[in-house]
């Protein structure tokens, strides 16, 4: 059964920082594409960034470009979101996913991330 639990969220000012972890078990998470996806209020569910660990592959949504990056820890099977400049749009539940095919399979419960100004 594959479990994937978030981590790190909490409150903070704009320009901070926070980085966020997604501990995976059950699964290979190197083998997998791992990714972060976001929902505000009120707000559809938002693409983050994504890794193909094996590959070194990484993709960011338009909104994070040049803030946050992901990484992965084979040794620890955890998927890490480091976020940096941080703004109060950047307010939001975080989700851990994985996929091996065309589609996220397996998510996490959430962490709050939130920014205030």
């Known amino acids: 059964q594959v479990q994937l639990v978030e981590s790190g969220g909490g409150l903070v000012q704009a320009g901070g920082s926070l980085r966020l972890s997604c501990a995976v078990s059950?699964?290979?998470?190197?083998?997998?594409?791992m990714a972060w996806f976001r929902q505000a209020p009120g707000k559809e569910r938002e693409f983050v960034a994504s890794?193909?660990?094996?590959?070194?592959?990484?993709r960011y949504g338009d909104s994070v470009k040049g803030r946050f990056t992901i990484s992965g820890d084979k040794a620890k099977n955890t998927v890490y979101l480091q976020m940096n400049s941080l703004k109060p749009e950047d307010t939001a539940v975080y989700y851990c996913?994985?996929?091996?095919?065309?589609?996220?399979?397996?998510w996490g419960q959430g962490t709050q991330v939130t920014v205030s100004s």
């Open positions: 996913a994985s996929r091996l095919g065309g589609s996220y399979d397996a």
């Open positions: 059950g699964r290979t998470f190197s083998s997998y594409f």
């Open positions: 890794i193909l660990v094996t590959a070194g592959i990484t």
